[in-house]
């Protein structure tokens, strides 16, 4: 095989337009520039975005089936309000799932995998600093997403990617509040002490206390 034919094969497919407004009206969502309970209509969203009706009416369904838009009568398609009783729920599959998935990171994890995990709190103490909460949220998402890689387990892994992806929106309105982010970037480096040491229960503990924080200081900005 000639090396323009291997150059074809590794190019990326094309995004469709379909794909790229989903991902820009769900930007917005998570960034809460399109506000809990805002009304967004087809035709609007079209002018601000740039795009054609159609794949912009193709992004809503897909954010249907994501729990991030609804339809009301006589309102249309609205962004979807974050309750006490959807955090309530998110929390408790949280402090189950993750303290478990703990658990196995302070056995399983690998040198290379708890230098990286230093490696991110010492950027979110840097983000911290600078207040920068877009920087903030991607290494937080990160943050977990590399300790369920290292916990090892395929399955958990893929309930806590589905679970953190949903999680998003109310990640950035926790991390809005500019006296929650040193504590964020203080619970994740406990959590890597209780890692390091190989200890599973103060691993879990370090997890949950964090989850619960989370939990708290969202009850503050609600």
Same mark, same amino acid.
């Given at each position: ?97 993750? =303290?478990?998935?703990? /658990?196995?990171?302070? &056995? #399983? +994890?690998?040198?290379?995998?708890? %230098?990286? $995990?230093? *490696? ?36 958990? =892994?893929?309930?806590? /990617?589905?679970?953190? &992806? #949903? +999680?998003?929106?109310?990640?950035? %309105?926790? $991390?809005? *509040? ?45």
């Amino acid at each position: 095989m000639n090396m323009a034919a291997l150059d074809v094969m590794e190019m990326p497919a094309p995004r469709s337009l379909r794909d790229e407004a989903y991902d820009a009206i769900k930007q917005r969502i998570i960034m809460c520039l399109f506000r809990p309970g805002e009304a967004l209509s087809e035709a609007a969203v079209s002018a601000t975005l740039g795009y054609g009706r159609t794949p912009v009416r193709q992004a809503f369904d897909r954010l249907m089936r994501d729990g991030l838009v609804e339809v009301l009568p006589r309102k249309g398609i609205i962004v979807r309000p974050i309750t006490q009783d959807e955090i309530r729920d998110m929390v408790e599959v949280r402090l189950l799932n993750e =303290g478990f998935c703990a /658990r196995l990171a302070a &056995e #399983r +994890a690998e040198p290379a995998q708890l %230098v990286a $995990l230093d *490696a991110n709190v010492a950027q979110g103490a840097r983000a911290a600093g600078a207040r920068d909460v877009v920087t903030l949220m991607t290494l937080d998402r990160e943050f977990h997403a590399a300790i369920s890689t290292a916990a090892g387990n395929p399955v958990l =892994g893929e309930i806590l /990617r589905n679970l953190h &992806e #949903r +999680a998003q929106r109310v990640w950035f %309105v926790s $991390l809005r *509040a500019p006296e929650h982010h040193r504590r964020v970037v203080d619970e994740h480096a406990a959590i890597v002490d209780a890692l390091r040491s190989r200890d599973p229960e103060a691993a879990e503990g370090a997890v949950r206390a964090h989850i619960r924080s989370f939990a708290d200081n969202l009850k503050r900005q609600l």
